[in-house]
């Protein structure tokens, strides 16, 4: 089983609509997570980070990790197309900052 | 000007020739680290490096090198380049100080192998 798990989509929500991205992960990522998002053409960058148990908010975004379950979760408020862009997932082995990225799902907003 | 830097940004190459594709950063980070990315596969760990004398292997490593010149500088080597490292190669950055996974990308080196 790959350690990070991300449904590869594409995901397609209408301006202003809640855009629910999804991750889960196995045993060996289990310490903190991170959403990175990456325009086409462009290289990723870190929206988002979360460590502990529940939600963070930052803006329109609200990631949400649960750890009994083993997923994080990705929220994003109020759609725009400019949130049109594929999203990884990352997960921290806890082994010195090394990442483990999911495939990634490619979010499209609908105007 | 740019953070993290890589050149060349494009390479058509053939099949057996040796390439090498360079990383430099400003940021004054201690943390180097060169993925590959494939359409649908994500981002592969290739190598990472987390000072200049500790470079270790990730998740695929077999047919790539690297070389740590300097805090700021990490290159990546293809011995012998073939078709199957065809891919976008980017080069990112940490801070062992700061935010855990907190990684700053280059804007990537789209290599094609003939």
């Known amino acids: 089983q790959k350690e990070v798990e991300q449904n590869s989509g594409p995901l397609s929500v209408p301006e202003g609509a809640i855009a629910s991205l999804n991750c889960t992960y196995s045993d060996r990522v289990s310490q903190s997570f991170f959403w990175y998002r990456q325009y086409s053409g462009k290289s990723p960058e870190l929206i988002m980070s979360i460590y502990s148990n529940g939600d963070k908010e930052d803006g329109r975004f609200t990631a949400q990790l649960n750890k009994a379950s083993q997923y994080v979760s990705l929220l994003i408020r109020d759609s725009q ?3 049109s862009a594929t999203y990884l997932c990352a997960g ?3 082994a010195n900052s090394k990442l483990t990225f999911g495939k990634g799902i490619t979010l499209s ?3 | 000007d740019a953070d993290v830097t890589q050149t060349p940004r494009n390479r058509i190459t053939k099949t057996g020739k040796r390439i090498m594709l ?3 950063q400003t940021k004054g980070h201690d943390r180097m680290y060169w993925y590959r990315q494939d359409p649908g596969l994500g981002l592969q760990l290739i190598y990472y490096s987390f000072d200049v004398k500790d470079i270790n292997k990730g998740e695929i490593s077999d047919g790539y090198s690297v070389s740590r010149q300097a805090q ?3 290159s990546l080597s293809l011995e012998s380049a073939i078709p199957n490292q065809t891919a976008l190669y980017f080069c990112a950055t940490s801070d062992s100080s ?10 990537g080196t789209r290599l094609t192998v003939l």
């Open chain 1, 81 to 83: 197309p400019s949130d």
């Open chain 1, 92 to 94: 921290d082995t806890g």
């Open chain 1, 109 to 111: 907003v609908r105007p």
């Open chain 2, 22 to 24: 360079e990383c430099s």
């Open chain 2, 72 to 74: 700021a500088k990490f």
């Open chain 2, 98 to 107: 700061g935010l855990a996974g907190s990684q700053y990308f280059g804007p």
